[in-house]
C-alpha cells in the first residue's frame, strides 16, 4: 500500500512538471563581461546570422559588436560587424558573418555591444561553428548602449552535462 502512494505521488509529481510552462530566458546586461585575449593555435571558422528585428529602427550607424563562446573559456571576438555603407542591421534583416576565431566547444554564451544613438533590435543571433551545433539566442527587445548585452547559458549547460 505505502508503495503504490510513493509511486502516485511520484507520477503526479512528474506529471504536474510536464505541465508547467518552459522557462523563458531573457537577455540581461553583463557589466563584468571581458573580453579574453584567448590564445588558441588552431583557429575554427563561423557563420553567425544576425536577424534584425522589423520593430528595429530603419537602419542604425551604431557600432555592433559581437563575442560569443564556451564553458571552457575559449572566445569569439568580433570587434566591428557594422557598415552603414552596406545596409547592415536594417529593419526586418538577415545579417550573415563568417568569422574565424578560436576553436569552442559548444557555444553557450554571446553578448551584443552596441554604442551610438540611433539604437537597433535583434530578433535573434544563430552561431553555427566547426564540431558544435548550430545554436539560436533570442533577443527580440532593444540593445542598450554601451554595455554587453546578452545571453550567458554556460553554468546551465554544465549542469545538464553533469546530470546526464
Same mark, same amino acid.
Given at each position: 500500500?505505502?508503495?503504490?502512494? /510513493?509511486?502516485? /505521488? ?71 560587424? #557594422? ?11 538577415? #545579417? ?7 576553436? +569552442?566547444?559548444? /557555444?553557450?554564451? /554571446? ?49 545538464? +552535462?553533469?546530470?546526464?
Amino acid at each position: 500500500m505505502v508503495k503504490t502512494l /510513493v509511486f502516485l /505521488v511520484h507520477l503526479a509529481f512528474i506529471l504536474t512538471l510536464s505541465q508547467a510552462s518552459p522557462i523563458i530566458r531573457l537577455p540581461q546586461p553583463f557589466g563584468s563581461f571581458k573580453i579574453t585575449a584567448t590564445q588558441n593555435v588552431r583557429s575554427c571558422s563561423y557563420t553567425v546570422s544576425i536577424k534584425t528585428s522589423c520593430s528595429s529602427t530603419k537602419y542604425t550607424r551604431d557600432q555592433i559588436s559581437l563575442a560569443f563562446g564556451d564553458a571552457y573559456g575559449n572566445q569569439v571576438y568580433a570587434p566591428r560587424l #557594422d557598415d552603414p555603407q552596406s545596409r547592415t542591421f536594417e529593419s526586418c534583416s538577415t #545579417d550573415t558573418f563568417h568569422i574565424n576565431g578560436p576553436c +569552442t566547444y559548444q /557555444v553557450c554564451y /554571446v553578448y551584443l555591444y552596441r554604442s551610438g544613438y540611433d539604437g537597433w533590435k535583434p530578433d535573434s543571433v544563430t552561431i553555427y561553428g566547426y564540431n558544435t551545433k548550430s545554436v539560436t539566442f533570442n533577443y527580440n527587445t532593444f540593445i542598450p548602449n554601451g554595455i554587453w548585452f546578452g545571453f550567458n547559458h554556460c553554468s546551465l549547460a554544465s549542469t545538464l +552535462t553533469s546530470t546526464m
